[in-house]
T-cell receptor, first 112, second 114 residues
Framework: RKEVEQDPGPFNVPEGATVAFNCTYS??????FFWYRQDCRKEPKLLMS???SGNEDGRFTAQLNRASQYISLLIRDSKLSDSATYLC?????????????FGGGTRVLVKP | EAQVTQNPRYLITVTGKKLTVTCSQN?????MSWYRQDPGLGLRQIYY???????DKGDVPEGYKVSRKEKRNFPLILESPSPNQTSLYFC?????????????FGPGTRLTVL
């Protein structure tokens, strides 16, 4: 089983709709969770950190479910510019805790 | 402008010809790392460095070397490249430990080894 797993998609989303997707992680001791956004073969950029209580940033909401070991990302009122690959990133807290593990990414395509 | 730069951005080379990909950051970050990204496999860490002269292996270090002689620079060296090292490479830096801080990525280097 991969340490961090994501549905690769693509999720085809009509403009203005809501889309949500999850990411599961295998190490129950993981401490830090993030969502990064990556546009086609460009560098990943931090979208948001994921906190235990859940957090919201504009149209984006991230949730953490420690019991079931997954994090989620919800995008409301999708824009064409939201089309991208969303990478789930987990710190599995090995040894010195200096390593991040990336999921394979979920591709989202927002269409007019 | 705060940034991570990589050079070259694109490189086509042949098997066995030593190459170096440079990475430089101007944010005075302690932590730097190298990743490769392959279809279906996601980003995998090659090497990381927590400070000058401190480097350690990531998940896929075989066939690569790194050095950290200055805080701002973290070059990736392929002593004898092979076709299975054809990939998209990203350098990244963060102010502290990778697990707690935002990673800032360079623009990527697309390497093809023939």
């Amino acid at each position: 089983r991969k340490e961090v797993e994501q549905d690769p998609g693509p999720f085809n989303v009509p403009e203005g709709a809501t889309v949500a997707f999850n990411c599961t992680y295998s190490n129950s001791a993981s401490q830090s969770f993030f969502w990064y956004r990556q546009d086609c073969r460009k560098e990943p950029k931090l979208l948001m950190s994921v906190y235990s209580s859940g957090n919201e940033d504009g149209r984006f909401t991230a949730q953490l479910n420690r019991a079931s070991q997954y994090i989620s990302l919800l995008i409301r009122d999708s824009k064409l510019s939201d089309s991208a690959t969303y990478l789930c990133v987990v710190n599995p807290v090995k040894a010195a805790g200096n390593k991040l593990t990336f999921g394979g990414g979920t591709r989202v395509l927002v269409k007019p | 402008e705060a940034q991570v730069t990589q050079n070259p951005r694109y490189l086509i080379t042949v098997t066995g010809k030593k190459l170096t990909v440079t990475c430089s950051q101007n944010m005075n970050h302690e932590y730097m790392s190298w990743y490769r990204q392959d279809p279906g496999l996601g980003l995998r860490q090659i090497y990381y460095s927590m400070n000058v002269e401190v480097t350690d292996k990531g998940d896929v270090p075989e066939g690569y070397k790194v050095s950290r002689k200055e805080k701002r620079n973290f070059p990736l060296i392929l002593e004898s490249p092979s076709p299975n090292q054809t990939s998209l490479y990203f350098c990244a830096s963060s102010i502290g430990l990778a697990g707690a801080d935002t990673q800032y990525f360079g623009p990527g280097t697309r390497l093809t080894v023939l």
